[in-house]
DNA sequence: TTTTCTTGTTTGTACATACAACTAATTGTG
DNA sequence: CACAATTAGTTGTATGTACAAACAAGAAAA
């Protein structure tokens, strides 16, 4: 179509995965401010917004496979951010005050990295383009 | 805008990791007729195609940086597929009889990818959407 | 010509993520 | 009720990728 330096351009896997990539740098950027990246950042909202919630939520949430859930929260426990409670088989996650502590700063870090690929690419574009590869996403999997 | 069970998915970053996965995984299944992962298909058709090619122009076309590649051709090296040749300050990369053998498996492999998804996203919508993709990450690099 | 700068490549190390196998708790069934 | 099946979570291990630092060759400057 028009011109492209890469003849993989036209893979969606490629393609893909390079809009990744591309974005958790900026990600990581614009997280700075929080002391993490923006999984554990996430993981930190999500456990803010819902004290309590159990990892397979957390997983769904964030589709990403339980067993990564488990070393993002083990990693976040470690540096004082999140508690485990095991309840039965089942396991609830309760943010520390230090984990409160920070919401704003997740929440600016992350409005940041909006503002600035907002800017970019144009905000409609940018939207549509995000809904476009989450139903994507969806769909494929 | 739609239903959407996670408040992530209007953000970009979270999408396109989140598409990266999942194509990642289809990816693979299509490419085990080859016996490796696509990274490490793409990097035979490169090499295929443009024998003596620099691993500067590998990963300028993969977009994955110089580090990176220089690891996907030692596993390869080490498999038999491709030969790294030191002129100088650079390196030429070339393929061995078994990469060129190959060479129609992966190809196979590829198109069956793009099947795949062309059917379950729809074809216009699948090449709209890799293109958009490949632009975004071009634009924010 | 010697020194400094730049460029291409590699190496050490680290991280996010996944899969497969496992444990433990609950639910369903004979 | 006891045993099988399912479910939630964790652990061992592996993979793809990156950054920063090292290295080595060539180019530019002194």
Same mark, same amino acid.
């Given at each position: 179509? $028009?011109?492209?330096? @890469?003849?993989?351009?036209?893979?969606?896997?490629?393609?893909?995965?390079?809009? @990744?990539?591309?974005? *958790?740098?900026? @990600?990581?950027? %614009?997280?700075?401010?929080?002391?993490?990246?923006? @999984?554990?950042?996430?993981?930190?909202? !999500?456990? #803010?917004?819902?004290?309590?919630?159990?990892?397979? %939520?957390?997983?769904?949430?964030?589709?990403?496979?339980?067993? *990564?859930?488990?070393?993002?929260? %083990? /990693?976040? $426990?470690?540096?004082?951010?999140? $508690?485990? /409670?095991?309840?039965?088989? !089942? !396991?609830?996650?309760?943010? *520390?005050?230090?984990?409160?502590?920070?919401?704003? /700063?997740?929440?600016?870090?992350?409005? #940041? =990295?909006?503002?600035?690929?907002? $800017?970019? =690419?144009?905000?409609?574009?940018?939207?549509?383009? *995000?809904?476009?590869?989450?139903?994507?996403?969806? !769909?494929? %999997?």
């Amino acid at each position: 179509m $028009e011109k492209c330096d @890469s003849k993989y351009c036209s893979c969606l896997q490629f393609s893909a995965n390079a809009l @990744s990539r591309v974005m *958790t740098k900026i @990600s990581d950027e %614009e997280f700075a401010i929080t002391g993490m990246s923006s @999984s554990y950042a996430f993981l930190l909202m !999500t456990v #803010n917004e819902k004290p309590g919630v159990q990892p397979k %939520e957390i997983s769904q949430q964030m589709m990403l496979t339980p067993s *990564t859930v488990t070393r993002l929260i %083990e /990693k976040m $426990e470690y540096r004082g951010f999140l $508690e485990r /409670k095991h309840v039965g088989r !089942t !396991t609830e996650v309760y943010p *520390t005050p230090k984990s409160l502590d920070l919401h704003p /700063k997740i929440q600016e870090a992350w409005r #940041n =990295l909006y503002a600035r690929y907002a $800017e970019l =690419l144009g905000k409609e574009n940018a939207d549509k383009l *995000t809904a476009d590869i989450y139903e994507a996403a969806r !769909t494929l %999997e």
